[in-house]
């Protein structure tokens, strides 16, 4: 990880974007190892080699822990793999930006949901219409839609909300990056049954790729994050990842040359619209308020 002097120094906002962008074109790196390896294999590769980093950075105590943290750690960890599996799953399918603006609705509607506020079922609405817009399923036959695309996005979103949860939950059990590390393992180990069957089509490439998409996608923005939090409110910081999306298609577009169409690009932009006015407006003890595992996935 970088050091915390360095990172110190960097205006907190600022290392926020720095993470939203070290995300997002990890995740169209990662498109271009799907095709490859696999969804299985590319997401067990990057959870190896970000493990192993972790690992040796954190160095988790395995000790006194009760047998409930424990619980939670490993369905953390299951919340994680399953998260990552999913969404490389439908960057196989869908235009990046379109995948995480679909995966975006996780949190969204979760932090909704714990706010029970008018205007924010509101701005649900108009994010359900910007997915509309992004899906194209007004203006393509319903036949040609990637349904599985889009139900493999969706179904990321809700271990995303789920990774919200139990984050909180898993740093309330373990201190420092402990839980995250022991997090990430059970994650490699749940998915590594299924994507080691590619290991023997792992050259050399495809090993620098995967360890290009575990420092862009884990290490970097999880630093980050860490020292950004300490220094700046949870509502500015959930108005910064509202940009996730928009992001994701600038970085499509310019590392995958994937061009949305101007209806798509209005859905996303309702999309994050209706982010920023839902957590960048949340009160104190909300979902991001309490979450102290990092929130930005992908």
Known sequence: MPGPGLLGRVPAPLLVLMGIVSVQFGGALAATLVPAIGAAGSVTLRLLIGTLILLA????????????????????????????????????????????????????????????????????????????????????????LDLIGLGLAAV?????????????????AFSQLDGLAIAMVVACLAVAPFGLGSAPLWTSE????GLGIAVLSS??????????????????????????PALAALAGFLVLDQRLTGLQLLGIALVVGASALVMGTTRRGSTLDETDGPALAG
């Open 57 to 144: 950075v954190a160095r988790p105590r395995l000790t006194g822990h009760s047998r409930r943290a424990w619980g939670t750690v490993v369905l953390f960890g299951l919340a994680l793999g399953a998260m990552n599996w999913s969404f490389y799953a439908s960057l196989g399918r869908l235009p990046i930006g379109v995948a995480v603006t679909v995966e975006f609705l996780g949190p969204l509607v979760l932090t909704v949901a714990l706010s029970r506020r008018g205007l924010d079922f509101l701005a649900v609405v108009g994010a359900a219409a910007g997915v509309v817009l992004i899906s194209e399923a007004l203006s393509v036959p319903f036949a040609e």
């Open 206 to 209: 495809i090993l620098l790729k």
């Open 156 to 172: 990321a979103g809700a271990c995303w909300a789920a990774y919200i949860i139990l984050s909180k939950r898993t740093g309330a």
């Open 219 to 244: 290490v970097l923005p999880y630093s980050f994050e860490l020292f950004a939090l300490r220094r700046m409110s949870s509502r500015v910081f959930g108005i910064l990842l509202s940009l996730e």
